[in-house]
């Protein structure tokens, strides 16, 4: 059974940028969700995917967004970086929607914006 | 949307001794209640989870706890170990508590 992977592990960006970052989920879960894990803090959850759609949304402005393809690997996009945006994102993919099911989470993106 | 509390944000235990982390929530549809452990460097990997129709569950060392009319959940951990260091959080529904520090002293 693989696990979920992201990439890259590391990343700086320039404020004003734009990223993209990876993810692939464990074989045979279909949902991915991407969280946001700033320094000493709980993750804050950016968004769910299922089945290739926006399946539910945390409260994070709409220059974070997100893509799920066919085999449910995904991409998390951020445009016009600012320096709040420096943190540790994470993914997770799931059997099922809406936290209603175990998280398995990948080791993240450390994203840097100077 | 769901808003979780976690306390304590640190805790320092004797080896062997209990440790016990509270959370509470606020949407009373949430029925589902993880707790995760995070470990330098690595995502958090799940340690036990408990549902809404279940008052508490075990497995081994660790316990939780869950009163759904009060809208609290708490994780115990017995016997703990230097390797039960590591920051711990509670969760329900797609929201995370703020994360709880322990340390185990030798």
Same mark, same amino acid.
């Given at each position: 059974?693989?696990?979920?992977?992201?990439?890259?592990?590391?990343?700086?960006?320039? =404020?004003?940028?734009?990223?993209?970052?990876?993810?692939?989920?464990?074989?045979?879960?279909?949902? %991915?969700?991407?969280? &946001?894990? @700033?320094?000493?803090?709980?993750?804050?959850?950016?968004? &769910?995917?299922? =089945?290739?759609?926006?399946?539910?949304?945390?409260?994070?402005?709409? =220059?974070?967004?997100?893509?799920?393809?066919?085999?449910?690997?995904?991409?998390?996009? %951020?445009? !016009? +970086?600012?320096?709040?945006?420096? !943190?540790?994102? +994470?993914? @997770?993919?799931?059997?099922?929607?809406?936290?209603?099911?175990?998280?398995?989470?990948?080791?993240?993106? =450390? +994203?840097?914006?100077? | /949307?769901?808003?979780?509390?976690?306390?304590?944000?640190?805790?320092?235990?004797?080896?062997?001794?209990?440790?016990?982390?509270?959370?509470?929530?606020?949407?009373?549809?949430?029925?589902? $209640?993880?707790?995760?452990?995070?470990?330098? /460097?690595? /995502?958090?990997?799940?340690?036990?989870?408990?549902?809404?129709?279940?008052?508490?569950?075990?497995?081994?060392?660790?316990?939780?706890?869950?009163?759904?009319?009060?809208?609290?959940?708490?994780?115990?951990?017995?016997?703990?170990?230097?390797?039960?260091?590591?920051?711990? $959080?509670?969760?329900?529904?797609?929201?995370?508590?703020?994360?709880?520090?322990?340390?185990?002293?030798?």
């Amino acid at each position: 059974e693989t696990g979920v992977t992201q990439s890259p592990t590391h990343l700086i960006k320039t =404020r004003g940028q734009q990223v993209t970052l990876r993810c692939s989920s464990q074989s045979g879960h279909n949902t %991915v969700s991407w969280y &946001q894990q @700033a320094l000493g803090q709980g993750p804050q959850f950016i968004f &769910q995917y299922y =089945r290739e759609e926006e399946n539910g949304r945390g409260n994070f402005p709409p =220059r974070f967004s997100g893509l799920q393809f066919p085999n449910y690997s995904s991409e998390l996009n %951020v445009n !016009a +970086l600012e320096l709040d945006d420096s !943190a540790l994102y +994470l993914c @997770a993919s799931s059997l099922e929607r809406q936290g209603g099911s175990p998280l398995h989470f990948g080791n993240g993106t =450390r +994203l840097t914006v100077t | /949307g769901e808003n979780v509390e976690q306390h304590p944000s640190t805790l320092s235990v004797q080896e062997g001794d209990s440790a016990v982390i509270k959370c509470t929530y606020s949407d009373s549809a949430s029925n589902y $209640f993880p707790w995760y452990k995070q470990e330098l /460097g690595k /995502g958090p990997q799940l340690i036990i989870d408990i549902r809404s129709n279940v008052g508490e569950k075990k497995d081994q060392r660790i316990a939780v706890t869950l009163n759904k009319t009060a809208k609290h959940f708490s994780l115990h951990i017995t016997e703990t170990q230097p390797e039960d260091s590591a920051v711990y $959080f509670c969760a329900a529904s797609s929201s995370f508590g703020a994360g709880t520090t322990v340390t185990v002293r030798a």
